[in-house]
């Protein structure tokens, strides 16, 4: 079942002699429980591909619907609604907020959508992510994986449709970035939890089901790894 | 480039970026120097300018000495800040044969050395002034009145004094209390000065004494009526000339120009010329000029100066360091990250220090002359707005030099090196605490910019978690957790509210201490706003007022009068009829007329038998339960018109400048304004005393009191600046007393006159033509005037007052436009600063309502911390200076400015709201997107 497809996408920053075509004519589609990695050199287009795809950005050309729904065609605060529903945004900096200790960071979105603490649930995500001794503790006392966890908790707890993690490794070193990949990979698996991650890491990338190649705004090459589901790398 | 040029390069690059936040802090020091400049040049302005007034008014000496001998001359001369001295004499009087105003037969003879015609102010009107002993000018008002005399003409002098025997032996004595001057038969009294002629009556006669001072003199000139001559003065001033010099008289007055800038304490000089003259009557200083010099002899008034400065530039800085600290405040983390990463380079401490000094100085640097030539702007343009403002309250015969002069600007190489050096202080002292702060900050932590969170662990706050209101949730722990990112701005609506009502409140206090002291205000003024014409009586007319009552409440012309009765000191009541504080303040002030504070028993000594007057005012029976209705009464009681009643009066004034103790000086002015005068309970009797003159006897008069009265139930009808007590009745009561007073009341009214207030009703009437044509006929029977010009006229030291008002608030409002730039600035760099939390919020589905209501919550939580403080900072202050008043001036009314207080929470808010919808609503479309790559969120 598709549950991203993305249609002619483009993106040009700036006009004139100083425009840049970070997107040209990009188009894939994402199976429900796929795990894609995006490659790419630096100034490729991968992560403002990703924002796109995100909805934190919107495209020159083309469209993004993610389970049928044309995100940038939404107004601003559906888009909102649609983004904390449907999207988990993991970052290379966490992005997490600085006043709110663990436990707070993670349900935001699921409050922000108006909805009941689950604390069952955020209960089993604290302890999935390992995270049950940190749980009152801000952003700033923990360290740079520790973050990192919590933030793939926050994008995990809503069931979003798509998780899409923006070099989530990149800022950890090599044992706590294989902890986190490893981390997405097992909701990936377990809960068949669509996971679209850009990595600059050959052999992060080669952990998905499917690699696309970016190049200068194209993609260049779109190669199935695995079959859906197949090849769990189990810990 | 050397390192701490990069630092400053650095610096330099970094205000450029952050343009708008370097133009507030700009705007900050600009403001601040401009205020400082206002106080300390506007100051030096308004005070020389007055004593320019001053000087019309009353001449330029600082000091006269009387009766002066040659040792005492020679002493005086001695005193180390007697810049110049001047002799002069008084002759005495001579007849003026060619006078033809019958009140004023003589000449007053003095005698002026050649500086005396400058100081005394003496201007002539025609001829010149007299070059010798035998030439000499006249009042020009002898010329007024008709005098047949004129330039050139000879005049014979033989001077004398003047004395007033008494004649009469059925009474006890004749007193004069406008000169303090008391005649007993058979014994003569010398007159002052500018006593009135009065010729010979039944009780006392006039008699001369020749002084031997006889000579010929030509008059060579007119001179307008110098300030000791007054209207009812019995002799024009005659002014010849004397050198200056001891050597050829015994004795003379020697008048004194002070080195100001000798004198050191400003209160010396009243000791050192009672020790070489042996007593305070024996010099006077003009008080007034040496107040607008601040070294007036008289203590207070110099305090007012010197505290309104201080306050002013105390609260200047306040506001200034804040709004400078805070800019620097809100700036510390993007600033450590930059000084930390040159910090990882080498950069030393002390470098990154000098990086805070040198954009606080630098932007002084700029400041200083715009704020200097901003101030001196506002200056020379209040200045000469107030100009005519002054003219108009200020009523001497010099007013013509206020309309025709310009204001100067008075700017002093000493004031513009306290602007330098107080502001200079100021910004460093604002940017030293962020200086420090950064100095100690490394350069992991900088560039981590984790600096703020200390505690180990933070409480899930499950109260907004359960209710599911993230807005709040994220608002809260804001506000708890990120105490030093918010503090900037509840700093800023704390400072803004603790400086308006600290500033209002001190301009208050010093608005009241101008004008008890200063203001030499009518004991009793009735009150006729609303009123067209004010009809009074006069002593001995009662019959020609009640007829014009009569006429003019027939009148179709008139829709409604209203009646008062005034009487001052009409009789007396017991000394256990007076409260408590009352005889407490009674007795701090005698304390500091004696050398040594008074024991208690001594005190009952000083106060057994005193006759402690009561005065009165009665109104029509309405209006009476109206001001009842305003006051703590029974009403009942004063409805019962069966009994007499009365509300008693509560805030009396005490001051040693009311009360005296034989000979004694006061130690230093003192003032209370009481709440209570008398402890007697409502419904208590009140026994009164009342000296029956035909019955030569004491009667005793019982009323109730039924309420008491004060200033703010009686301010829509009077006011009283009183020390004694005073007891507000109804016309019954009123007439009963009169009664007691004098049982002819229709023939006399010994003491108790009535004011008539008239309201017309437009209709066509000739009554008031008729009442102003009779008033000028017959002189003294009654008086007749429009509402409000009876009223006493101001004089220089309520125009300084008024004055010293509009300063107030002008100053109010230019440092809360600090305080309110502060509270702009403080917003809009959290605003900048929270770019990326924003970006975070928007990235996981919050929406614009959703973040709008983060804000309101967080600013509901900004506003009521910022009330708190202001409350916690600014009561205190309050507290303090409202003490330090009690201490230095006395016990005053001062209330705790409730309506400013709403108005200075109401406008914080407002402004909070707005400049906050305004500051992140222009944030709002920007693009989140590279906000989210950047490595942190602080």
């Given at each position: 079942?598709?549950?991203?497809?993305?249609?002619?996408?483009?993106k040009?920053?700036?006009?004139?002699?100083?425009?840049?075509?970070?997107?040209d004519?990009?188009?894939?589609?994402?199976?429900?429980?796929e795990?894609v990695?995006?490659?790419?050199?630096?100034?490729?287009?991968?992560?403002?591909?990703?924002?796109?795809?995100?909805?934190?950005?919107?495209?020159?050309?083309?469209?993004?619907m993610?389970?049928?729904?044309?995100?940038?065609?939404?107004?601003?605060?559906?888009?909102?609604?649609?983004?904390?529903?449907?999207?988990?945004?993991?970052?290379?900096?966490?992005?997490?907020?600085?006043?709110?200790?663990?436990?707070?960071?993670?349900?935001?979105?699921?409050?922000l959508?108006g909805r009941?603490?689950?604390?069952?649930?955020?209960?089993?995500?604290?302890?999935?992510?390992?995270?049950?001794?940190?749980?009152?503790?801000?952003?700033?006392?923990?360290?740079?994986?520790?973050?990192?966890?919590v933030?793939?908790?926050?994008?995990?707890?809503?069931?979003?449709?798509?998780?899409?993690?923006?070099?989530?490794?990149?800022?950890?070193?090599?044992?706590?970035?294989?902890?986190?990949?490893?981390?997405?990979?097992?909701?990936n698996r377990?809960?068949?939890?669509?996971?679209?991650?850009?990595?600059?890491?050959?052999?992060?990338?080669?952990?998905?089901?499917?690699?696309?190649?970016?190049?200068?705004?194209?993609?260049?090459?779109?190669?199935?790894?695995?079959?859906?589901?197949?090849?769990?790398?189990?810990? | 480039?050397?390192?701490?040029?990069?630092?400053?390069?650095?610096t330099?690059?970094?205000?450029?970026?952050?343009?708008?936040?370097?133009?507030t802090?700009?705007?900050?020091?600009?403001?601040?120097?401009?205020?400082?400049?206002?106080?300390?040049?506007?100051?030096?302005?308004?005070?020389?300018?007055l004593?320019?007034?001053?000087?019309?008014k009353?001449?330029?000496?600082?000091?006269?000495?009387?009766?002066?001998?040659?040792?005492?001359?020679?002493?005086?001369?001695?005193?180390?800040?007697?810049?110049?001295?001047?002799v002069?004499g008084?002759?005495?009087?001579?007849?003026?044969?060619?006078?033809?105003?019958?009140?004023?037969?003589?000449?007053?003879v003095?005698?002026?050395?050649?500086?005396?015609?400058d100081?005394?102010?003496?201007?002539?009107?025609?001829?010149?002034?007299?070059?010798?002993?035998?030439?000499?000018?006249?009042?020009?008002?002898?010329?007024?009145?008709?005098?047949?005399?004129s330039?050139g003409?000879?005049?014979?002098?033989?001077?004398?004094k003047?004395?007033?025997?008494?004649?009469?032996?059925?009474?006890?004595?004749?007193?004069?209390?406008?000169?303090?001057?008391?005649?007993y038969?058979?014994?003569?009294?010398e007159?002052?000065?500018?006593?009135?002629?009065?010729?010979?009556?039944?009780?006392f006669?006039?008699?001369?004494?020749?002084?031997?001072?006889?000579?010929?003199?030509?008059?060579?000139?007119?001179?307008?009526?110098?300030?000791?001559?007054?209207?009812?003065?019995?002799?024009?001033a005659?002014?010849?000339?004397?050198?200056?010099?001891?050597?050829?008289?015994?004795?003379?007055?020697v008048?004194?120009?002070f080195?100001?800038?000798?004198?050191?304490?400003?209160?010396?000089?009243?000791?050192?010329?009672?020790?070489?003259?042996g007593?305070?009557?024996?010099?006077?200083?003009?008080?007034?000029?040496?107040a607008?010099?601040?070294?007036?002899?008289?203590?207070?008034?110099?305090?007012?100066?010197?505290?309104?400065?201080?306050?002013?530039?105390?609260?200047?800085?306040?506001?200034?360091?804040?709004?400078?600290?805070?800019?620097?405040?809100?700036?510390?983390?993007?600033?450590?990250?930059?000084?930390?990463?040159?910090?990882?380079?080498?950069?030393?401490?002390?470098?990154?220090?000098?990086?805070?000094?040198?954009?606080?100085?630098?932007l002084?640097?700029?400041?200083?002359?715009?704020?200097?030539?901003?101030?001196?702007g506002i200056?020379?343009?209040?200045?000469?707005?107030?100009?005519?403002?002054?003219?108009?309250?200020?009523?001497?015969?010099?007013?013509?030099?206020?309309?025709?002069?310009?204001?100067?600007?008075?700017?002093?190489?000493?004031?513009?090196?306290?602007?330098?050096?107080?502001?200079?202080?100021t910004v460093?002292?604002?940017?030293?605490?962020?200086?420090?702060?950064i100095?100690?900050?490394?350069?992991?932590?900088?560039i981590?910019?984790?600096?703020?969170?200390?505690?180990?662990?933070?409480?899930?706050?499950?109260?907004?978690?359960?209710?599911?209101?993230?807005?709040?949730?994220?608002?809260?722990?804001?506000?708890?957790?990120?105490?030093?990112?918010?503090?900037?701005?509840?700093?800023?609506?704390?400072?803004?509210m603790?400086?308006?009502?600290?500033?209002?409140?001190?301009?208050?206090?010093?608005?009241?201490?101008?004008?008890?002291?200063?203001?030499?205000?009518?004991?009793?003024?009735?009150?006729t706003?609303?009123?067209?014409?004010v009809?009074?009586?006069?002593?001995?007319?009662?019959?020609i007022?009640?007829?014009?009552?009569?006429?003019?409440?027939?009148?179709?012309?008139?829709?409604?009068?209203?009646?008062?009765?005034?009487?001052?000191?009409?009789?007396?009541?017991?000394?256990?009829i007076?409260?408590?504080?009352?005889?407490e303040?009674?007795?701090?002030?005698?304390?500091?007329?004696?050398?040594?504070?008074?024991?208690?028993?001594?005190?009952?000594?000083?106060?057994?038998?005193?006759y402690?007057?009561f005065?009165?005012?009665?109104?029509?029976?309405e209006?009476?339960?109206?001001?009842?209705e305003?006051?703590?009464?029974?009403?009942?009681?004063?409805?019962?018109?069966?009994k007499?009643?009365?509300?008693?009066?509560?805030?009396?004034?005490?001051?040693?400048?009311?009360?005296?103790?034989?000979?004694?000086?006061?130690e230093?002015?003192?003032?209370?304004?009481?709440?209570?005068?008398?402890?007697?309970?409502?419904?208590?009797?009140?026994?009164?005393?009342?000296?029956n003159?035909?019955?030569?006897?004491?009667?005793?008069?019982?009323?109730?009191?039924?309420?008491?009265?004060?200033?703010?139930?009686?301010?829509?009808?009077?006011?009283?600046?009183?020390?004694?007590?005073?007891?507000?009745?109804?016309?019954?009561?009123?007439?009963?007393?009169?009664?007691i007073?004098?049982?002819?009341?229709?023939?006399?009214?010994?003491?108790?006159t009535?004011?008539?207030?008239?309201?017309?009703?437009?209709?066509?009437?000739?009554?008031?033509?008729?009442?102003?044509?009779?008033?000028?006929?017959?002189?003294?029977?009654?008086?007749?005037?429009?509402?409000?010009?009876s009223?006493?006229?101001?004089?220089?030291?309520?125009?300084?007052?008024?004055?010293?008002?509009?300063?107030?608030?002008?100053?109010?409002i230019?440092?809360?436009?600090?305080?309110?730039?502060?509270?702009?600035?403080?917003i809009?760099?959290?605003?900048?600063?929270?770019?990326q939390?924003?970006?975070?919020l928007?990235?996981?589905?919050?929406?614009?309502?959703?973040?709008?209501?983060?804000?309101?919550?967080?600013?509901?939580?900004?506003?009521?911390?910022?009330?708190l403080?202001?409350c916690?900072?600014?009561?205190?202050?309050?507290?303090l200076l409202?003490?330090?008043?009690?201490?230095?001036?006395?016990?005053?009314?001062?209330?705790?400015?409730?309506?400013?207080?709403?108005?200075?929470i109401?406008?914080s808010?407002?402004?909070?709201?707005?400049?906050?919808?305004?500051?992140?609503?222009?944030?709002?479309?920007?693009?989140?997107?590279?906000?989210?790559?950047?490595?942190?969120?602080?």
């Amino acid at each position: 079942m598709e549950i991203l497809k993305c249609e002619h996408i483009s993106k040009v920053y700036g006009k004139g002699n100083t425009c840049v075509k970070a997107l040209d004519d990009v188009s894939f589609t994402v199976e429900k429980g796929e795990f894609v990695s995006i490659v790419g050199p630096s100034g490729s287009g991968k992560s403002t591909l990703l924002h796109i795809l995100g909805g934190v950005d919107k495209p020159t050309e083309g469209k993004v619907m993610i389970d049928g729904t044309d995100i940038h065609s939404l107004n601003e605060d559906n888009l909102a609604i649609f983004r904390r529903r449907q999207i988990g945004l993991v970052y290379q900096f966490y992005n997490l907020l600085p006043v709110l200790n663990v436990d707070e960071n993670i349900v935001l979105p699921h409050l922000l959508d108006g909805r009941k603490m689950e604390q069952e649930r955020l209960d089993s995500i604290v302890e999935y992510l390992g995270l049950t001794e940190r749980r009152k503790n801000l952003p700033s006392q923990l360290s740079g994986g520790q973050q990192q966890r919590v933030s793939i908790g926050r994008a995990l707890f809503n069931h979003p449709a798509i998780i899409l993690a923006d070099e989530p490794t990149g800022n950890l070193d090599r044992k706590n970035g294989e902890e986190i990949i490893k981390l997405l990979k097992k909701s990936n698996r377990t809960q068949k939890q669509t996971l679209i991650l850009i990595t600059h890491d050959e052999s992060i990338a080669l952990q998905a089901d499917r690699m696309i190649y970016l190049e200068d705004g194209k993609i260049v090459r779109n190669e199935q790894i695995r079959s859906l589901g197949g090849g769990i790398d189990e810990e | 480039m050397k390192n701490k040029k990069i630092i400053y390069h650095v610096t330099r690059q970094y205000m450029k970026l952050n343009w708008k936040r370097t133009m507030t802090t700009l705007v900050g020091i600009v403001f601040m120097v401009l205020l400082m400049t206002c106080v300390f040049v506007g100051k030096d302005t308004s005070l020389s300018y007055l004593a320019q007034v001053a000087s019309e008014k009353s001449g330029s000496w600082h000091a006269s000495v009387y009766d002066v001998n040659e040792e005492q001359y020679n002493q005086i001369k001695e005193l180390n800040y007697i810049e110049e001295t001047a002799v002069s004499g008084t002759y005495g009087y001579s007849y003026l044969p060619q006078s033809v105003n019958e009140a004023c037969p003589y000449l007053l003879v003095k005698g002026y050395s050649e500086s005396c015609f400058d100081w005394m102010n003496i201007k002539l009107e025609s001829g010149r002034l007299p070059e010798n002993d035998s030439e000499v000018v006249l009042s020009a008002r002898a010329l007024a009145d008709g005098g047949d005399i004129s330039v050139g003409d000879v005049i014979e002098l033989d001077c004398f004094k003047r004395y007033l025997t008494g004649i009469n032996y059925d009474i006890e004595s004749t007193f004069f209390p406008f000169f303090n001057l008391t005649v007993y038969p058979g014994k003569s009294v010398e007159v002052p000065q500018n006593f009135a002629y009065l010729g010979d009556t039944q009780d006392f006669k006039e008699t001369h004494e020749s002084i031997g001072y006889k000579k010929t003199v030509t008059v060579v000139g007119f001179i307008s009526a110098p300030s000791f001559e007054t209207a009812n003065s019995g002799g024009y001033a005659a002014l010849t000339y004397m050198e200056n010099s001891m050597e050829h008289v015994e004795k003379a007055n020697v008048t004194i120009m002070f080195d100001l800038d000798k004198l050191d304490s400003g209160y010396g000089y009243v000791e050192d010329l009672e020790r070489i003259t042996g007593s305070y009557d024996n010099f006077e200083c003009n008080d007034l000029l040496l107040a607008f010099t601040a070294n007036s002899s008289d203590n207070t008034i110099n305090v007012i100066v010197t505290f309104v400065m201080v306050f002013f530039i105390l609260f200047i800085m306040v506001a200034s360091v804040i709004l400078i600290y805070n800019v620097f405040n809100l700036s510390f983390e993007e600033r450590s990250r930059y000084l930390g990463m040159l910090s990882s380079v080498g950069a030393t401490k002390k470098q990154k220090k000098s990086s805070v000094y040198y954009e606080a100085f630098s932007l002084w640097l700029i400041a200083l002359p715009v704020g200097i030539l901003g101030g001196m702007g506002i200056v020379k343009v209040a200045m000469e707005v107030l100009q005519p403002y002054i003219a108009d309250i200020v009523d001497f015969s010099g007013t013509d030099f206020i309309h025709t002069t310009t204001v100067p600007l008075e700017v002093s190489g000493k004031a513009l090196l306290f602007i330098v050096l107080v502001s200079g202080f100021t910004v460093a002292l604002s940017a030293w605490l962020p200086a420090r702060k950064i100095g100690k900050i490394g350069p992991i932590e900088s560039i981590r910019g984790n600096m703020e969170s200390k505690k180990k662990e933070y409480k899930r706050n499950d109260f907004f978690i359960k209710k599911s209101k993230p807005e709040a949730l994220v608002a809260v722990n804001n506000l708890k957790r990120q105490k030093g990112k918010t503090s900037s701005i509840i700093r800023a609506i704390a400072s803004f509210m603790v400086v308006f009502l600290v500033t209002a409140f001190g301009a208050n206090g010093i608005n009241k201490m101008v004008h008890y002291r200063l203001v030499e205000d009518v004991t009793l003024s009735i009150h006729t706003d609303g009123w067209d014409y004010v009809l009074s009586e006069e002593p001995d007319n009662a019959k020609i007022y009640q007829a014009l009552k009569e006429e003019i409440m027939a009148d179709k012309g008139v829709e409604k009068v209203q009646e008062w009765y005034c009487n001052m000191w009409t009789g007396t009541v017991k000394n256990d009829i007076l409260s408590q504080e009352y005889w407490e303040a009674y007795h701090t002030i005698a304390d500091l007329y004696y050398p040594e504070d008074l024991t208690e028993e001594q005190f009952q000594e000083l106060t057994e038998g005193n006759y402690n007057t009561f005065s009165i005012i009665g109104v029509d029976q309405e209006t009476y339960e109206k001001i009842a209705e305003k006051s703590e009464c029974d009403l009942d009681l004063v409805k019962d018109t069966s009994k007499p009643s009365v509300l008693v009066y509560q805030n009396t004034e005490l001051s040693t400048e009311n009360m005296s103790f034989d000979d004694y000086k006061p130690e230093r002015y003192q003032f209370f304004q009481l709440e209570h005068m008398t402890d007697k309970k409502i419904g208590d009797t009140m026994p009164l005393s009342i000296y029956n003159a035909q019955k030569e006897e004491v009667e005793e008069f019982d009323v109730t009191v039924a309420g008491y009265a004060t200033n703010e139930s009686l301010k829509e009808y009077a006011t009283i600046h009183s020390e004694g007590l005073w007891l507000i009745i109804n016309t019954d009561t009123a007439q009963k007393m009169q009664f007691i007073m004098n049982e002819e009341t229709d023939e006399n009214n010994n003491g108790i006159t009535r004011e008539l207030h008239i309201k017309l009703n437009g209709t066509e009437t000739d009554l008031i033509e008729k009442l102003q044509t009779l008033a000028n006929e017959e002189n003294y029977a009654f008086g007749f005037a429009k509402a409000g010009e009876s009223q006493t006229l101001k004089t220089v030291a309520e125009a300084v007052a008024c004055i010293i008002d509009i300063l107030a608030v002008c100053f109010i409002i230019l440092t809360s436009i600090i305080c309110i730039l502060n509270i702009y600035n403080s917003i809009w760099g959290r605003a900048a600063a929270r770019q990326q939390e924003f970006a975070i919020l928007t990235s996981l589905g919050m929406t614009k309502k959703q973040r709008r209501k983060m804000l309101f919550c967080e600013n509901i939580g900004l506003f009521f911390k910022g009330i708190l403080w202001a409350c916690v900072i600014a009561f205190p202050i309050i507290y303090l200076l409202k003490t330090v008043l009690s201490v230095y001036f006395g016990r005053i009314e001062l209330e705790f400015p409730v309506g400013l207080f709403v108005l200075a929470i109401i406008f914080s808010g407002v402004w909070l709201f707005g400049v906050t919808s305004y500051c992140y609503r222009t944030r709002e479309n920007e693009n989140i997107f590279e906000q989210l790559r950047n490595e942190n969120v602080s």
